[in-house]
Nanobody
Framework: QVQLVESGGGLVQAGGSLRLSCAAS??????????MYWFRQAPGKEREFVAA????????RYADSVKGRFTISRDNAKNTVYLQMNSLKPDDTAVYYC????????????????WGRGTQVTVSS
């Protein structure tokens, strides 16, 4: 079992930046392969995919809405995944969730096995 805990959310003005972290415990990223994701859910909307990173960080994928503004990365030695968010917009306001899927490579359709509880990001205009 893998437990995921997000941190780094908060209130920021439009145009600002935040870096989210997702700390994993239970299994080491050094010994087990997990594709890691960030999803988000805004009030009244469905949860949506934001970004994905392969087990070794060699490949990434982004939703069109965040391309060029968000960067996903990971440090397997620290069992941590990050989401650097720049040029934030009010539309980025949501609860951001970290998720993990057993495997090495990003699949066309994410099917996470593990989820964190989320961290709130609020972008004011």
């Amino acid at each position: 079992q893998v437990q995921l805990v997000e941190s780094g959310g908060g209130l920021v003005q439009a145009g600002g930046s935040l870096r989210l972290s997702c700390a994993a415990s239970g299994r080491s990223f050094m010994h087990y392969a997990y594709v890691m994701y960030w999803f988000r859910q805004a009030p009244g909307k469905e949860r949506e995919f934001v970004a994905a990173i392969s087990w070794n960080g060699g490949s990434t994928r982004y939703a069109d809405s965040v391309k060029g503004r968000f960067t996903i990365s990971r440090d397997n030695a620290k069992n941590t995944v990050y989401l650097q968010m720049n040029s934030l917009k009010p539309d980025d306001t949501a609860v951001y969730y970290c998720a993990g899927e057993t495997g090495m490579n990003i699949r066309p359709t994410p099917r996470p096995d593990y989820w964190g509880r989320g961290t709130q990001v609020t972008v004011s205009s």
